[in-house]
Each structure stands twice: as C-alpha cells, then as structure tokens.
C-alpha cells in the first residue's frame, strides 16, 4: 500500500472540474478517469466547503482542522458537511491521515493534491482532475485564490438540466433560476481567466461530436489525444 503522505507533492499541477447541477458531471469524471494520465474520482466533500477558500489560502491548514476537528470521520464543527470515508478509501486514504498530514497543507490545492496522491502513484497517473470543489460558486472562488489552478466547466442545455432537476423534486422556478445563474457565472469565469485557465465543455458536444470535444479537453489538460478510447467509454456508457 502506497501511504498519501509518501506520494504526496504540494506543488504538482491540479484541475478542476465543475458545472451546474444536472450537466452530466458524472459521466465526464468516467471518462477522465479513463484516460491513461487522468485521475477523476469521487467527491469526498473537502474542499467543496465554501471555508476551505476563505482570503487568500493562508489559513487553508487551519480551516480544514476545524473541518475534521472532531469524530473519526466526520466533518467536526460543521456536521452538515460530511466526509465521506468509502470515497476517501477510494482514493486510498482516510481522514486520519488528512489530519496527520494537514502541517504539509500551505493551500487549498495541496489538500486535494494529497487526497489524489496515492491513488495517482498506484495507478501511474500524472494529473488528478478534481470534482470536491465542483460546485461553481465554489469553483470561482479557487480560481480567484489559487493562479495556479485551471478548470474544466460543463455545461448543458437548459431544457435537460431542468428535467433533471425537476427528477430531483426542485422546483421548476428553482430549477430554472439555478441554470440561468450558472450560466452567467461560468460564462463569467471565461471572460474573467481566459481560455489557458477556463476550458469550456458543452455536454450536447460529447454526444453529438465526442471526438473533437473530447481532442480539445486533451489538449487544455495538455494530456495525451485519447478520443477515440474516450468515445468508446462514452458509448459503452450510454448503450449507444
């Protein structure tokens, strides 16, 4: 077994990714993860609380103390936030050793560089692409702290998220508030950091045309062109 704090590289590259609720993040963390070089596994809840990018960062080590402050595996001062131990275990690591580790945590980002570390080093991967701070807002604010973060946005037609989320009991006007606000904002986000920071991802792309959707991707996370394999994951996904 290969220990996270052995793996561990503060400074090694990290990417996010994230979208609004019913874009199909799901089955694009899949298809990450398929690739030779890409880790995309679960989010354990981390670094999606909005308090982990409070100011600058500084501080990151201190406010995930207090996330995993008390329990064994729970998210101490804020219940309402849990972690969760079978996706930690996923990525060959437990709360215990995040809180072993957190004197090695200078940032948000090394926290999520130590979560992936093991599972990278096991399975020979070299970028790990994040979902723990998938929600946008909380996206927005780690691009803002963090220079050297980059993300990858889904987004998907209206008309689908809310079928989606109307599945999900939401409302229809909650469902159709929340699209438009996300739109705005990833929308934002590529005016406000550029195309070398902010990949944008249309889901209707991956279905109607994979393979040049999935071939720009590749070529943001500066990986390898596997877009042919990805199709073949995307296909055998959806019984095409």
């Not at 438009?180 to 792309?205: I, M, T, Y």
């Amino acid at each position: 077994m290969v220990a996270a704090h052995d793996a561990f590289d503060a400074a090694a590259p990290l990417v996010l990714v994230g979208g609004c609720n019913g874009s199909g993040l799901t089955l694009l963390s899949l298809m990450l993860n398929a690739h030779p070089a890409l880790l995309c596994g679960p989010d354990v809840n981390l670094l999606s609380h909005p308090a982990a990018w409070l100011d600058d960062g500084r501080d990151s080590a201190a406010r995930l103390s207090a996330i995993l402050s008390t329990g064994p595996e729970s998210a101490g001062v804020f219940p309402w936030w849990p972690l969760e131990p079978s996706k930690l275990a996923w990525y060959l690591t437990s709360a215990s050793e995040l809180r072993a580790g957190l004197t090695d945590f200078d940032s948000p980002r090394a926290a999520m560089r130590f979560v992936h570390a093991a599972r990278c080093v096991v399975e020979h991967k070299t970028l790990p692409v994040d979902a723990s701070a998938g929600h946008l807002w909380v996206l927005a604010r780690a691009l803002e702290t963090d220079p050297a973060l980059r993300a990858v946005l889904l987004m998907r037609d209206g008309r689908a998220v809310l079928q989606s989320r109307l599945r999900a009991r939401l409302s229809v006007k909650a469902a159709a508030m929340q699209w438009v606000a996300s739109a705005a904002l990833v929308h934002g986000l590529l005016d406000r950091f550029g195309p070398q920071r902010v990949h944008l991802l249309s889901f209707e792309a991956l279905l109607q045309e994979p393979l040049p959707a999935l071939s720009a991707l590749c070529g943001f996370l500066g990986v390898t062109d596997r877009s042919e394999e990805h199709t073949s994951e995307l296909q055998s996904r959806l019984h095409l």
